[in-house]
């Protein structure tokens, strides 16, 4: 079956700047994780959605980052007034439920602001 | 707070040798961890996922422990292969059902 995509595969653009990430999870799945990963560097945890439930946000750096995720399905991170340090490789996982369950990634965004 | 640590230097690994790889965790113990495998440019793949009341896991040629005394968890993949070569990911289950990630390590096996 299909699994986890994401889109755009690369996003390049200016300082100040709003963008929009993509994630479609694999279909009947109802957690659905996005993170952070700079080069190098291990996964940084954003946000997190099960279900009908309100969405963990701990993990949004700051409040230029937001997420939604539609229907239970599709979820779309926004990043406003992008900054240089938010150039990263953009996650998306899905598990078909939340705890132990193992998490699908899609093959993530590459962010790059100018 | 809860923090996973991965040797962040490359593991060299002759081909046919078996590689070990480390996971340290600090605080309480998980009640589980994962490890997943990622190779560059794409997401990681989960591989194995070890729970806190079994010391091993095995999957073909890989096989996972659980040391809680040690606060650690090993990887081992034997008879490696170059196709082995990959960066290795640790996780551990959180807190709100999160999982917290250690940065990786790479491991290059030479033919």
């Known amino acids: 079956g299909a699994g986890v995509s994401q889109s755009p595969s690369n996003k390049v653009t200016e300082k100040g700047k709003d963008v929009e990430l993509r994630c479609d999870p694999i279909s009947g799945h109802t957690a659905l994780y996005w993170y952070r990963q700079s080069l190098g560097q291990g996964l940084e945890f954003l946000i997190y959605f099960q279900g009908n439930s309100a969405p963990d946000k701990s993990g949004l750096p700051s409040d230029r980052f937001s997420a939604e995720r539609t229907g239970g399905s599709v979820s779309t991170l926004t990043i406003q007034r992008t900054q240089q340090e938010d150039s990263a490789v953009y996650l998306c996982a899905s598990s078909f439920d939340r705890g132990s369950y193992e998490q699908y990634f899609g093959p993530g965004t590459r962010l790059t602001v100018t | 707070s809860q923090k996973i640590e991965q040797n962040s230097e490359a593991l060299n690994i002759q081909e046919g040798k078996t590689a070990t790889l480390t996971c340290n965790y600090t605080n309480y113990s998980p009640a589980y961890l994962q490890w997943y495998r990622q190779d560059p440019g794409r997401g990681p793949v989960f591989l194995l996922l070890?729970?806190?009341n079994e010391k091993e896991k095995r999957k073909e040629r890989l096989k996972v422990t659980f040391d809680t005394t040690l606060k650690q968890s090993l990887f081992h993949i034997t008879a490696s292969q170059p196709a082995d070569s990959a960066t290795y990911l640790c996780?551990?289950?959180?807190?709100?059902?999160?999982?917290?990630w250690g940065a990786g390590t790479k491991l290059i096996i030479k033919p």
């Open positions: 070890i729970r806190e």
């Open positions: 996780a551990r289950g959180g807190s709100n059902y999160q999982l917290i």
